[in-house]
T-cell receptor, first 115, second 114 residues
């Protein structure tokens, strides 16, 4: 089955700096890679995703890049703001024996943006 | 606006008790999921269901069972609660099977087993 590793576990930046969170996956058949953001005390919410036929995707200040050969993908946040402070989870789609698909999540990165 | 609700935000149970956690979604989603969230371990899938009365084991099903009698409701059952099941439990739902479907999460139930 799929295994997803995420680094770093914590990341502290100054407001306005960029932040990068990296994930690696093990199954070359995985074809969908979402990122979820979980603010303190709240539920995880999807912020961006990428499919394996695309190398990069942007949405305002956030972007995700995918390197299929190396089996890693990254979340980039530019011009960070205090409201970006949260835990970020990467995930990869895994195919189970019965043919259904499920997400395998990374262990999370706690991002702290200081004013 | 998708709404996923869970029956309790906080729950305290004793070792050996049978525990029911309920999740309801109002968007006619096919798939429903139960995760547990522990510090440093991320979100780990316990069970998921792709249709009424259908279920699939996730990555950590031991000690848990599930029930899906109606499309909108997915229950997680701890047959005999143990202290190592103290955790945050998150329910989620998604529109369809396959890749690319956003999962919508509930607010979570923080379960403490004493």
């Amino acid at each position: 089955g799929e295994n997803v590793e995420q680094h770093p576990s914590t990341l502290s930046v100054q407001e306005g700096d960029s932040a990068v969170i990296k994930c690696t996956y093990s199954d070359s058949a995985s074809n969908y890679f979402p990122w979820y953001k979980q603010e303190l005390g709240k539920r995880p919410q999807l912020i961006i995703d990428i499919r394996s036929n695309v190398g990069e995707k942007k949405d305002q200040r956030i972007a995700v890049t995918l390197n299929k050969t190396a089996k890693h993908f990254s979340l980039h946040i530019t011009e960070t703001q205090p409201e970006d402070s949260a835990v970020y989870f990467c995930a990869a789609m895994d195919l189970v024996d019965t043919g259904f698909q499920k997400l395998v999540f990374g262990t999370g990165t706690r991002l702290l943006v200081s004013p | 606006d998708v709404k996923v609700t869970q029956s309790s935000r906080y729950l305290v149970k004793r070792t050996g008790e049978k525990v029911f956690l309920e999740c309801v979604q109002d968007m006619d989603h096919e798939n429903m999921f139960w995760y547990r969230q522990d510090p440093g371990l991320g979100l780990r899938l316990i069970y998921f269901s792709y249709d009424v009365k259908m279920k699939e084991k996730g990555d950590i099903p031991e000690g848990y069972s599930v029930s899906r009698e109606k499309k909108e409701r997915f229950s997680l059952i701890l047959e005999s609660a143990s202290t190592n099941q103290t955790s945050m439990y998150l329910c989620a739902s998604s529109l369809g099977a396959g890749s690319g479907y956003e999962q919508y999460f509930g607010p979570g139930t923080r379960l403490t087993v004493t």
